[in-house]
T-cell receptor, first 112, second 113 residues
Framework: QKEVEQNSGPLSVPEGAIASLNCTYSDRVSQSFFWYRQYSGKSPELIMSIYSNGDKEDGRFTAQLNKASQYVSLLIRDSQPSDSATYLCAVNANSGNTPLVFGKGTRLSVIA | KAGVTQTPRYLIKTRGQQVTLSCSPISGHRSVSWYQQTPGQGLQFLFEYFSETQRNKGNFPGRFSGRQFSNSRSEMNVSTLELGDSALYLC????????????FGSGTRLTVV
């Protein structure tokens, strides 16, 4: 059973701080990695994707991937109260042939 | 452009009944995936359809079934409902199966009493 593990939180950070969200996965052949954000009562929305080792930046968001350690993270700089949500890590093992597997999510709370 | 449309938004059913949920993907998207979301288990994969063919199926009992029509709209059916089927059912739309930048619908909240 392919697994994606996340700390459920809540992770509380003060406004303006860096929020660091972590995710580990069990299937070593995983190729595609995604971060989705889900506000309470809403459906998930894609915020970042990463496919290669290293960092990928998009505005205040940075995704980091380390395939050797089977670890992917999301950094949110200058955190805002509007970033308060559940962040879901999703992993695909074999592009096109297996479904996206989601972690249970980390709840982030940004305190003003 | 219109997003992913799921109907109905809310359903209350009695144990033993059956239910059909509908999903219309974004225009031009041909791949539809279904997920069940519960507080305890998170997002659990149900099915994936592309060009009217089921490409993948999750680890759910045979009471859960689905299909996709030629216009890419998809339906899922749950027969003989159990209390544990109460969940948010989410449909995700993408251009093709290898495109994992899913766009999710608003979901159908199913309550079984």
């Amino acid at each position: 059973q392919k697994e994606v593990e996340q700390n459920s939180g809540p992770l509380s950070v003060p406004e303006g701080a860096i929020a660091s969200l972590n995710c580990t996965y069990s299937d070593r052949v995983s190729q595609s990695f995604f971060w989705y954000r889900q506000y309470s009562g809403k459906s998930p929305e894609l915020i970042m994707s990463i496919y290669s080792n290293g960092d990928k930046e998009d505005g205040r968001f940075t995704a980091q991937l380390n395939k050797a350690s089977q670890y992917v993270s999301l950094l949110i700089r200058d955190s805002q109260p509007s970033d308060s949500a559940t962040y879901l890590c999703a992993v695909n093992a074999n592009s096109g042939n297996t479904p996206l597997v989601f972690g249970k999510g980390t709840r982030l709370s940004v305190i003003a | 452009k219109a997003g992913v449309t799921q109907t109905p938004r809310y359903l209350i059913k009695t144990r033993g009944q059956q239910v059909t949920l509908s999903c219309s993907p974004i225009s031009g998207h041909r791949s539809v995936s279904w997920y069940q979301q519960t507080p305890g288990q998170g997002l659990q994969f149900l099915f994936e359809y592309f060009s009217e063919t089921q490409r993948n199926k999750g680890n759910f009992p045979g009471r859960f079934s689905g299909r996709q029509f030629s216009n890419s709209r998809s339906e899922m059916n749950v027969s003989t409902l159990e209390l544990g089927d109460s969940a948010l059912y989410l449909c995700a739309s993408s251009l093709v199966p290898t495109d994992y930048g899913y766009t999710f619908g608003s979901g159908t909240r199913l309550t079984v009493v």
